[in-house]
């Protein structure tokens, strides 16, 4: 435990250094600016456009964070055979995925704090602006559909470390996990129009069904953690939706990196 915290802080402090994040929090701030200036040009739906705008930017940047910047601190270890020197060390390769793991969690989160305060004050500027059209909104659920989408990255980042735990480079994993996320925001209208075909007239094969019912089962239903639409129309969500969208993220996280650890354990290096 004592070598898997070091871990994390030094994961964490390479995500600060890396430039991409420095690219990334920019072009959040510039969609947060557009959000200010678009959202006064959508008549009287300002309020859930702004909403809708600023939640999606900090789901967007969290993305290119766990594609670009997350994947390359996991993988420039393996790319570069310095996990040699990590694991000389007396470190179990537990620790450090968890350690790196927790890093890039970290990571995630501070990125995410700082998107949502930017996101805060240009909805806070609009909201004196034009009071009439916030008459719905509400701060609660802005950040609650942030903290699924924090919950949604984290798992997606559990998934990149699975991936790179077991192929042979760092292309490989990214583009698995990019895989992923598409499916996993895509399940439940792709088995919705599979088991309901009649209503647009097509006739999917039994074979097509199974597939995409397994595939709703085995990967991770993203969707859950998108809560964008209901925080922009400000409707009540659920307490129970609430607490079992939680369970199932911290649960498939958990199974996910108990996974990467134990191929990972048993992965030989070249």
Same mark, same amino acid.
């Given at each position: 435990?004592?070598?898997?915290?070091?871990?994390?802080?030094?994961?964490?402090?390479?995500?600060?250094?890396?430039?991409?994040?420095?690219?990334?929090?920019?072009?959040?701030?510039?969609?947060?600016? @557009?959000?200010?200036?678009?959202?006064?040009?959508?008549?009287?739906?300002?309020?859930?456009?702004?909403?809708?705008?600023?939640?999606?930017?900090?789901?967007?940047?969290?993305?290119?964070?766990?594609?670009?910047?997350?994947?390359?601190?996991?993988?420039?270890?393996?790319?570069?055979?310095?996990?040699?020197?990590?694991?000389?060390?007396?470190?179990?390769?537990?620790?450090?995925?968890?350690?790196?793991?927790?890093?890039?969690?970290?990571?995630?989160?501070?990125?995410?704090?700082?998107?949502?305060?930017?996101?805060?004050?240009?909805?806070?500027?609009?909201?004196?602006?034009?009071?009439?059209?916030?008459?719905?909104?509400?701060?609660?659920?802005?950040?609650?559909?942030?903290?699924?989408?924090?919950?949604?990255?984290?798992?997606?980042?559990?998934?990149?470390?699975?991936?790179?735990?077991?192929?042979?480079?760092?292309?490989?994993?990214?583009?698995?996990?990019?895989?992923?996320?598409?499916?996993?925001?895509?399940?439940?209208?792709?088995?919705?129009?599979?088991?309901?075909?009649?209503?647009?007239?097509?006739?999917?094969?039994?074979?097509? @069904?199974? @597939?995409?019912?397994?595939?709703?089962?085995?990967?991770?239903?993203?969707?859950?953690?998108?809560?964008?639409?209901?925080?922009?129309?400000?409707?009540?969500?659920?307490?129970?939706?609430?607490?079992?969208?939680?369970?199932?993220?911290?649960?498939?996280?958990?199974?996910?990196?108990?996974?990467?650890?134990? @191929?990972?354990?048993?992965?030989?290096?070249?």
């Amino acid at each position: 435990m004592n070598s898997l915290f070091p871990v994390a802080v030094i994961t964490f402090k390479e995500g600060i250094r890396n430039r991409a994040i420095y690219g990334i929090t920019l072009l959040a701030l510039l969609m947060l600016v @557009v959000n200010f200036l678009f959202a006064q040009m959508a008549m009287r739906e300002v309020g859930k456009v702004a909403m809708d705008i600023a939640l999606s930017t900090v789901s967007f940047s969290g993305l290119l964070l766990v594609f670009f910047v997350g994947m390359n601190l996991m993988a420039k270890d393996l790319d570069k055979r310095t996990i040699y020197m990590v694991l000389a060390r007396p470190i179990s390769r537990t620790h450090y995925l968890i350690g790196k793991f927790l890093g890039i969690a970290g990571l995630i989160m501070a990125s995410s704090v700082v998107q949502t305060i930017f996101a805060a004050i240009s909805l806070f500027l609009l909201q004196k602006m034009l009071p009439l059209y916030f008459q719905r909104f509400s701060w609660t659920l802005l950040v609650l559909a942030v903290l699924y989408i924090v919950l949604m990255l984290i798992l997606l980042s559990a998934l990149s470390f699975l991936f790179a735990s077991f192929t042979s480079t760092s292309f490989i994993a990214l583009v698995m996990t990019i895989i992923s996320y598409l499916i996993g925001t895509s399940l439940t209208d792709v088995k919705a129009l599979v088991e309901s075909p009649q209503g647009i007239g097509i006739d999917p094969s039994p074979i097509t @069904v199974k @597939v995409v019912q397994a595939a709703y089962y085995l990967f991770p239903n993203l969707s859950f953690f998108d809560i964008k639409t209901q925080a922009a129309h400000g409707l009540t969500i659920p307490a129970t939706y609430i607490f079992w969208t939680f369970i199932y993220g911290l649960a498939y996280t958990c199974l996910v990196m108990a996974l990467a650890c134990i @191929v990972f354990n048993k992965r030989e290096f070249p």
